[in-house]
């Protein structure tokens, strides 16, 4: 007998609030027809970078191509020497998109390595070492030495003695976050800056409550995007989980013998793009289960 497919999405699904304000920065630009461009991707999703780049947001990889106009900051912020170089250039307006809970871990690195209690302590982040948030973080940091942790396993093998300053990047789970602290408290005396973003935890939090009450979830983000790949991982340990980009990766054999779908989207995905994707589902549900 066939069975009814429900579908839900999740509490906290989809831009969060620093997206969504740079998007809108890019948008009042490209509107006033002026010449934009963006230093790397200005958000992790392919497909509305693509949609901004229609309407004439141009992506540079390279700073010494930017003569003049106006430069977007990223959401995930830049190199501090960067963007120092950005300001010396009097023919460049900067609009600084720079998510202001990014900032705020900018300014804690930037005042850890200053002030005079804590520059001779070590900073450790937990992150991705390669992702762009990581990299300027770093960046803030210019005394003293600073360490990336990505993982339980790293904190265990760290042998550098001394005090430590542990600060987060703003997507990073909790659980992973705490994990690594305790284990660097064993061996440390250790003062924790936990600049994890509300918008990543509430997103964290409704995908898990959702991939406990149904048979399949679907995660809608970037498979550039950190917070996509996580909310991939917490799903995949409740539910069966797949992580898409479009709605061309949808299969229909996905959604035979089950009652329930879960829908949801890292802080990078569009409306647009959750909203093309619920109609295609309910969609096959119409053609297979009506
Ligand atoms: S995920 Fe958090 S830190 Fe990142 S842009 Fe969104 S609100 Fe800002």
Not at 14 to 19: A, D, E, M, N, S
Not at 203 to 227: F, Y
Not at 274 to 283: P, Y
Request: charged content about 30%; proline content about 2%; glycine content about 6%.
């Amino acid at each position: 007998m066939k069975q009814r497919l429900k579908i839900k999405v999740a509490d906290n699904a989809g831009f969060c609030f620093g997206v969504k304000r740079a998007i809108n920065l890019a948008e009042e630009a490209a509107d006033k027809k002026r010449k934009v461009c963006t230093l790397g991707p200005i958000i992790h999703n392919p497909q509305e970078v693509e949609r901004l780049e229609k309407k004439k947001v141009e992506i540079l990889t390279d700073i010494n191509k930017i003569k003049s106009g106006f430069i977007i900051l990223r959401t995930h912020g830049i190199p501090f020497d960067l963007h120092k170089k950005l300001i010396k250039n009097k023919n460049i307006n900067i609009i600084d998109a720079t998510c202001p809970f990014v900032k705020r871990a900018q300014v804690i690195m930037e005042r850890l390595s200053t002030d005079i209690k804590s520059k001779d302590k070590i900073v450790i982040i937990v992150g991705e070492r390669v992702h762009p948030e990581v990299i300027a973080l770093m960046s803030y940091v210019n005394s003293g030495k600073c360490v990336v942790i990505e993982n339980v396993t790293e904190a265990k093998n760290f042998k550098d003695s001394g005090d430590l300053n542990i600060v987060s990047q703003t997507t990073q789970t909790p659980e992973n976050f705490e994990s690594i602290v305790k284990i660097l408290k064993k061996q440390h005396k250790v003062k924790v800056y936990n600049t994890i973003c509300k918008a990543t935890l509430d997103r964290q939090k409704s995908a898990e409550k959702l991939a406990k009450s149904v048979d399949l979830m679907i995660v809608i983000g970037g498979r550039n995007s950190g917070n996509t790949t996580r909310l991939a991982q917490i799903c995949s340990t409740n539910t069966k989980t797949h992580h898409i980009e479009t709605v061309e990766s949808i299969k229909e054999e996905w959604f035979k013998d089950i009652g329930s779908v879960g829908l949801t989207a890292g802080a990078s995905t569009p409306d647009w793009i959750i909203e093309g994707i619920k109609k295609k589902v309910v969609g096959i549900r119409c053609k297979t289960y009506s």
